[in-house]
Structure formats: structure tokens, C-alpha cells
């Protein structure tokens, strides 16, 4: 392994995937679109399962954009009680295995249903000390850079460390997330699409052309694998060069 110049190898990583392709993998089975969202739910579990056992300290995943309101409201409305499905029968079974929840971005567009159920799920989970698992749910970096921005009062002198405080509290994270280490997209597209800009500065970027619901634990070792490969040097000379 290659030796960073910024965090310590010891440091427990911080893994974010862009869960894409639910509704392509579908189609292309002649399924409903929401038949692709419920297998991304089990291709979700795999993740999860293989990120704990991994040693992952903080998995970040990109559930729903702000940006996916503008879908037909059939989907919409069906991934809001699929998650919400989700979160009530996942939650237990969470805490049984050391994993804390967290939902991360806006909530004055949720239901009030879903919002009990992530206030039960987190509180649910809230003492685990294993995998910080983080679900965006109507989440927009740009959104939470700017909410973070207006709350700083009095204007001022302001750290990395401060700003990042301010983001945690104005997307919904329990604590300010350490930065990105490795950022996962499947689906073939190649962007960001409004996800965690700020914490991505450094990340190492993996694009998959497979669809999410077909990723399994042994992408995601590959992906570590190769990260681990990749010369992480945050502006500064390669060690031997320095």
C-alpha cells in the first residue's frame, strides 16, 4: 500500500457510493421502475454487510437527490415508502450488528410517517460503535453549503474543521463526517450529481458501468483493492520525491 501524506493508513475508511441504475436495470427486464429500486434495496444489504465486515469506518450512500422530486410522482411517492419500509425492518437488525444509522439532508419535504421512522431508526441505533452508515434522502450538497453558509453568525474568521461543522448541522448528519476517501458510481455515468462536493475534495473517484442492483461485496473489495493501489498525495510530493 502507498502511503498517504494527509490521513493515517490506521484511520478506518470513509466509502460513498451513487447507487445508479435501479430504474435502467429494470427496463431492461420489461420490470416497473420500482422493481429496480426493491433489488438495489438487497444490493444495498450486500454493501452494507461487506463494508461492516470490511472494517469501513463511514458509508455514505445516495439514496435520493433533491433533484429526484422532478420524477413522475408514482416513483417518487414509492420510493419514499419503500425507504420507509426499509427503515423499520432494518433498523433492529442495524443495531445487532453495530451499525448506527443516519439520514443526512433536507426533511421539510418528507412525510410525516417517514419522518418518524427516521427519527425511530436513528434513535433505534444511536448507541452502535461499529459502521456509521449514512443514507441521503432528498439531499443536494450545493443546498447544504449554502444553508451551512447562512448559519455562520457572526460573520467571520472561519476553519475547514467549522465549516464542516456548520454542513453537518444543516444536512441532518449527526457529527461532521470525515472526508471521502473512496467515491463508488455505478451505472456508467461519470459525475458528482450534487453529492457530498464538499467532503469529496480528495476522493478517490470508481466508476462502474454496472448497474447498482447487480453490485455485490466483491465489487466493492475490488474497488478497495485498487484504492489501495492509487498514490493519495493531497497536493504534496510522493514520499520519496519529498
Known amino acids: 500500500?502507498?502511503?498517504?501524506?494527509?490521513?493515517?493508513?490506521?484511520?478506518?475508511?470513509?466509502?460513498?457510493?451513487?447507487?445508479?441504475?435501479?430504474?435502467?436495470?429494470?427496463?431492461a427486464r420489461g420490470w416497473p421502475r420500482l422493481a429496480g429500486h426493491r433489488a438495489g434495496g438487497e444490493a444495498v444489504r450486500r454493501t452494507v454487510e461487506a463494508a461492516r465486515k470490511l472494517?469501513?469506518?463511514?458509508?455514505?450512500?445516495?439514496?435520493?437527490?433533491?433533484?429526484?422530486?422532478?420524477?413522475?410522482?408514482?416513483?417518487?411517492?414509492?420510493?419514499?415508502?419503500?425507504?420507509?419500509?426499509?427503515?423499520?425492518?432494518?433498523?433492529?437488525?442495524?443495531?445487532?450488528q453495530g451499525i448506527r444509522l443516519n439520514i443526512i439532508g433536507r426533511r421539510d419535504r418528507l412525510s410525516n410517517s417517514l419522518l418518524k421512522a427516521i427519527d425511530w431508526a436513528e434513535r433505534t441505533t444511536s448507541t452502535a460503535r461499529g459502521l456509521w452508515l449514512r443514507l441521503a434522502v432528498d439531499y443536494s450538497a450545493r443546498d447544504a453549503i449554502l444553508r451551512a453558509a447562512q448559519c455562520q453568525r457572526p460573520p467571520g474568521a472561519l476553519t475547514n474543521d467549522g465549516f464542516a461543522k456548520l454542513l453537518a448541522d444543516a444536512s441532518h448528519s449527526q457529527a461532521a463526517a470525515p472526508e471521502v476517501d473512496l467515491l463508488i458510481r455505478t451505472g456508467g455515468e461519470q459525475r458528482l450529481s450534487d453529492f457530498l462536493l464538499w467532503e469529496c475534495a480528495y476522493a478517490e473517484l470508481f466508476f462502474l458501468a454496472k448497474m447498482w442492483p447487480d453490485f455485490s461485496a466483491a465489487d466493492l473489495e475490488a474497488c478497495l483493492r485498487e484504492f489501495h493501489l492509487r498514490d493519495r498525495r493531497f497536493g504534496a510530493l510522493p514520499v520519496a520525491a519529498a
Not at 502511503?3 to 457510493?17: D, E, G, M, N
Not at 415508502?81 to 443495531?95: G, V
Open 1 to 27: 500500500m502507498k502511503q498517504s501524506t494527509s490521513r493515517s493508513l490506521c484511520a478506518p475508511l470513509h466509502v460513498a457510493i451513487i447507487m445508479d441504475g435501479n430504474g435502467r436495470w429494470a427496463a
Open 55 to 96: 472494517g469501513i469506518g463511514t458509508l455514505t450512500l445516495y439514496a435520493f437527490s433533491s433533484d429526484n422530486w422532478r420524477r413522475p410522482d408514482e416513483e417518487t411517492s414509492g420510493l419514499m415508502r419503500l425507504f420507509e419500509e426499509h427503515l423499520r425492518t432494518e433498523a433492529p437488525k442495524c443495531l445487532e
